[in-house]
């Protein structure tokens, strides 16, 4: 038997995780409709990395033309071999209302972002879909 590279691996995972029949458990109120949360999906993600020997890293970096997120997904039998997924961040601006007033702190919608753009790249990554 073959050693699977790092695109067999992430495919393995993203049929399980397929499989497993999610649940959305975030709500938005104002807008009406349900989204998938990190703890809807972080827990069985984790688990199937383990068992298919892969592992990711989140970070969000800055270049002179753009700020993005970017997610490594690598094999851990083979660290060198990886897959980016990159996306350009937005800035959030949690808790602000319509006439401008209100807000969170800046760490606040710092961590609004990471939390944001980390449950985006995994989605991308692993083929979690939503509904268009």
Same mark, same amino acid.
């Given at each position: 038997?073959t050693d699977k590279?790092? @695109?067999?691996? #992430?495919?393995?995972?993203?049929? =399980?995780?397929? !499989?497993? *029949? ?8 104002? %807008? %009406?409709? %349900?989204? @998938? ?8 993600? *984790? !688990?199937?990395?383990?068992? !298919?020997? #892969? ?14 997120? /970017?997610?490594?997904?690598? *094999?851990? %039998? ?13 800035? /959030? ?11 969170? $702190?800046? #760490? =606040? *919608? ?9 449950? @985006? ?5 692993? $083929?979690? #879909?939503?509904?268009?």
């Open positions: 038997m590279n790092i @695109y067999q691996k #992430i495919q393995e995972v993203r049929v =399980q995780l397929q !499989n497993m *029949n999610l649940k959305k458990t975030g709500k938005n109120t104002y %807008s %009406s409709f %349900s989204y @998938y949360e990190l703890r809807d999906f972080l827990p069985q993600l *984790n !688990n199937l990395m383990l068992s !298919n020997d #892969i592992m990711t890293a989140f970070s969000i970096v800055k270049t002179s033309e753009v700020e993005e997120a /970017v997610l490594e997904v690598f *094999n851990s %039998s083979k660290p060198e071999e990886k897959v980016d997924f990159r996306l350009p961040t937005a800035e /959030v601006e949690i808790g602000k209302k319509k006439d401008g007033t209100g807000g969170a $702190e800046p #760490i =606040q *919608n710092l961590g609004g972002k990471a939390t944001y753009m980390r449950r @985006y790249m995994m989605m991308i990554a692993f $083929e979690i #879909i939503e509904s268009d």
